[in-house]
């Protein structure tokens, strides 16, 4: 915070930094709370030969946050693959009705051994876009670009965290 004069820092500040530290509060948290500099809050905690690195507990909310999004990508292609059927289904009836508006403005219920090719068109633009956003929701749990990608963030982020254990002692 600069151009403030807050004073020294007393070691009651600091005790309570190291306090707000140990309930796992952020660096930005700490520093709201004891009114003081990010410096002065990131000096007192590796002056107490500790850190605010978290990789295990970012690690595991990650893996978290990964389950919960993958299970929700497999209940969403289970929705597009039901829709896709309901779709195939409802041509392979033996009569296609439809509704129909006339030169009057009335709408009435036709039926048909086929549907109108406006339909067919619609209907099969409907299904290849469920089955390639299925396909691209499949890809991401197959191992193929994201995961890719995200196994690379992954060994980057584990690369950072053990540079910075070295760089503070390896304690933390």
Do not use: W
Not at 37 to 58: C, K, N, P, W
């Amino acid at each position: 915070m600069p151009g403030r004069q807050l004073g020294p820092v007393t070691d009651e500040v600091r005790a309570e930094i190291l306090r707000l530290h140990a309930e796992n509060l952020s660096r930005n948290e700490i520093m709201r709370r004891v009114d003081r500099s990010a410096r002065t809050v990131t000096e007192t905690v590796h002056d107490a030969g500790l850190t605010f690195a978290r990789s295990a507990q970012v690690v595991a909310a990650t893996n978290a946050r990964q389950a919960d999004n993958k299970d929700r990508r497999t209940r969403a292609v289970q929705r597009l693959y039901d829709r896709v059927e309901r779709i195939q289904d409802r041509l392979a009836e033996d009569e296609y009705r439809y509704q129909h508006v006339t030169h009057t403005g009335m709408v009435v219920t036709v039926s048909d051994e086929y549907p109108p090719a406006s339909d067919e068109k619609h209907l099969a633009g409907a299904v290849t876009g469920y089955l390639n956003a299925a396909a691209r929701l499949e890809a991401i749990d197959a191992g193929t670009g994201a995961d890719d990608a995200l196994s690379m963030l992954g060994a980057l982020a584990a690369g950072i965290a053990r540079y910075a254990e070295e760089d503070t002692g390896g304690e933390g």
